[in-house]
T-cell receptor, first 112, second 111 residues
Framework: ETGVTQTPRHLVMGMTNKKSLKCEQH?????MYWYKQSAKKPLELMFV?????RVENNSVPSRFSPECPNSSHLFLHLHTLQPEDSALYLC????WGAGVAFFGQGTRLTVV | GQQLNQSPQSMFIQEGEDVSMNCTSS?????WLWYKQDPGEGPVLLIA?????ELTSNGRLTAQFGTTRKDSFLNISASIPSDVGIYFC???????????FGEGTQLTVNP
């Protein structure tokens, strides 16, 4: 069983659709993160959760809505996305304050 | 915000050659990390460094935490085709601060 698991691996959605990305970690960590990875750009931190509380929201549009029901699960709810939101969305987890983060396999999102 | 300068952006080498890449920052980091990302996958942690001057190996990979604490290096010896991918450096300035990532080095290994 991998440490951080993301589903689905691939998602194609229309601009009027609503979908959710799921992340689950089995590492006993207490912090979880959403990153966006676009072509030829550094990883962009979107949201940070520590002990299920959102501690950071890096100016992410409201069409992205995170949810962290417990320390092992993280969701990213998507609605009315734009084509430029197409990217690889990565979930990561860590012990709060520690530098080392472990990533999931990512969800390749395409908005049409 | 803080940015890491990672170089080179891309490398094309022959199988068996050694590879070197580095990251520099304008401020001091307490932790340096190196990740590898295969196409369509998430980054996988290769090496973590916690102390200035530290030299750590993971198989054919060796990474060093620069003595100035503003840079780090990754070397791959005797490259093989499966070394192909994007290598990212990441750093943490202080405990609890967010990781900052470099833009990645795309490595291509020709058999």
């Amino acid at each position: 069983e991998t440490g951080v698991t993301q589903t689905p691996r691939h998602l194609v959605m229309g601009m009027t659709n609503k979908k959710s990305l799921k992340c689950e970690q089995h590492l006993g960590h207490n912090a979880m993160y959403w990153y966006k990875q676009s072509a030829k750009k550094p990883l962009e931190l979107m949201f940070v959760y520590s002990l299920e509380e959102r501690v950071e929201n890096n100016s992410v549009p409201s069409r992205f809505s995170p949810e962290c029901p417990n320390s092992s699960h993280l969701f990213l709810h998507l609605h009315t996305l734009q084509p430029e939101d197409s990217a690889l969305y990565l979930c990561a987890s860590s012990q709060w304050g520690a530098g080392v983060a472990f990533f999931g396999q990512g969800t390749r999102l395409t908005v049409v | 915000g803080q940015q890491l300068n990672q170089s080179p952006q891309s490398m094309f080498i022959q199988e068996g050659e050694d590879v070197s890449m580095n990251c520099t920052s304008s401020s001091i980091f307490n932790t340096w990390l190196w990740y590898k990302q295969d196409p369509g996958e998430g980054p996988v942690l290769l090496i973590a460094l916690y102390k200035a001057g530290e030299l750590t190996s993971n198989g054919r990979l060796t990474a060093q935490f620069g003595t100035t604490r503003k840079d780090s290096f990754l070397n791959i010896s005797a490259s093989i085709p499966s070394d192909v991918g994007i290598y990212f450096c990441a750093g943490q300035e202080t405990s609890g601060s967010r990781l900052t990532f470099g833009e990645g080095t795309q490595l291509t290994v020709n058999p």
